[in-house]
């Protein structure tokens, strides 16, 4: 068996070996600020246009409609991710960047390239109509798209396959819908109050209607195709980049196809939006529900097969494994803790949950051949993780484990899977042939 290579250096490490310090824009305070600065103006642009355009109170009358299905689909996708739940950072970076920074390049990018088909062709219905169906869904989408492309370049660890993708993009399209939603049903609040609309025949209930009860699910359908591609490239190893810049580019065009779809119905007919709804968007929403619920499944399993070698090593209980890798059994695992040891033993739990997870996932990457060069280094770190936090997890999740794990026939083989070949000293963490990768051929 090879040994692995050299721990790599420090990344402020010069080649010989002599630290040096970062550039000035090379901290992380600094880029966290400038993100924050860009999110922030972005939002006060976009809050002062839309007020604008809406007028102060149908400002407050889109924003107390358009926020109703926003805790819904967050929900809906922050259940996706907990196999293995993202930080909460990354999640309000996306929220924020679709619903400030990707609805600011929208609006401003929408509005001069209608503008500008207008005058160049004398044709304002003409450019309305080709602006809802080409220019914005090629402007929408892709301004999306950059928040989770800055995800998959700069938080590649919490990044790992087709739902970190999924999960990431639905949480940009959500923020996305909401401003986007606060405009549209502003206006036609502004609508029904000169032409003296109101109750169920007014424009802002048609609007609410279309928008809030018939496609919520819109915006984040669209540009989970993009998170999907994404994802699809999150395992490819660091020599298969055409791979890596093949998918996101497939996913972006199917989301972009698929939007032109959705907004090029209005010019179908009169039933043409019924149509596209009933016999595109349905069907293409509960395909797409599949296969996110499926490899959600798949990740549980790959959890499953992979945490046993850790518990033979002695890093895990034999119960673990199989609990780690039930969403039920986690979740009482949760209750347990926080029943027993409070909010701080639960908290635990979940991140010992989530770093096993990372775990099974690193393993699983190494088996396949793209582990990275710092496979011994990372996983290192993640049993390290796990170690500090056994005090709280190993009962929940033995606990769980009992209260779930389907009954076995005596004689059958251990209950919760391979007994450990040796069980670390009391106290101390053991450290099972390490230095050696046995990924590596």
Not at 89 to 114: D, E, K, M, P, Y
Not at 201 to 213: C, D, E, G, L, Q
């Amino acid at each position: 068996m090879a040994s692995s290579p050299p721990y790599p250096p420090y990344p402020g490490a010069a080649p010989g070996g002599t630290p040096r310090h970062p550039h000035w824009w090379q901290r992380p305070a600094v880029r966290y600020g400038a993100m924050v600065t860009l999110l922030a103006l972005s939002g006060l642009v976009i809050l002062a246009l839309v007020r604008e355009q809406t007028g102060t109170r149908g400002f407050l009358v889109g924003l107390g409609l358009a926020v109703l299905p926003v805790p819904l689909l967050l929900a809906a996708f922050r259940w996706l991710g907990r196999v293995e739940p993202g930080p909460w950072r990354n999640l309000l970076f996306a929220f924020a960047w679709g619903a400030c920074a990707a609805a600011l390049i929208a609006i401003v990018a929408n509005s001069f390239a209608t503008r500008w088909i207008a005058t160049a062709t004398a044709d304002p219905a003409g450019a309305d109509t080709l602006g809802a169906t080409v220019i914005a869904p090629v402007v929408e989408e892709t301004a999306k798209a950059a928040a989770v492309l800055l995800l998959f370049l700069f938080r590649r660890r919490d990044f790992h396959g087709i739902l970190g993708g999924v999960v990431a993009a639905g949480f940009t399209a959500t923020g996305f819908a909401f401003t986007e939603n606060v405009l549209y049903l502003g206006n036609a609040f502004g609508t029904d109050q000169l032409t003296g609309g109101s109750g169920i025949a007014s424009v802002t209930a048609a609007t609410f209607f279309v928008r809030i009860v018939m496609s919520p699910f819109a915006h984040p359908l669209f540009t989970v195709l993009t998170g999907i591609g994404f994802g699809a490239a999150a395992p490819a190893a660091d020599r298969q980049r055409v791979r890596r810049v093949l998918l996101p580019l497939a996913g972006l065009l199917l989301a972009m196809g698929m939007h032109a779809l959705w907004n090029g119905s209005a010019t179908l007919g009169q039933f043409g939006f019924i149509a596209v709804y009933g016999a595109f968007m349905v069907p293409a929403f509960g395909l797409l529900t599949w296969l996110v619920v499926w490899t959600r499944q798949r990740e549980l399993r790959t959890v499953r097969t992979e945490l046993p070698a850790y518990a033979v090593a002695g890093w895990l209980r034999p119960a673990e494994p199989f609990a780690l890798g039930s969403m039920r059994a986690r979740r009482l695992a949760r209750k347990f803790a926080r029943e027993h040891g409070g909010r701080p033993a639960a908290r635990a739990v979940a991140q010992y949950e989530a770093f096993a997870t990372s775990l099974a996932f690193l393993r699983h990457r190494g088996r396949a051949g793209k582990a990275g060069a710092d496979f011994v280094t990372r996983e290192r770190e993640l049993l390290l993780e796990l170690w500090r936090r056994r005090a709280a997890a190993r009962p929940a999740l033995e606990h769980a484990a009992r209260l779930t794990a389907p009954p076995v026939p005596y004689g059958a083989g251990w209950a919760y899977g391979p007994v450990p070949a040796r069980w670390p000293a009391q106290g101390q963490p053991p450290y099972p042939a390490y230095g050696e990768n046995p990924y590596r051929r």
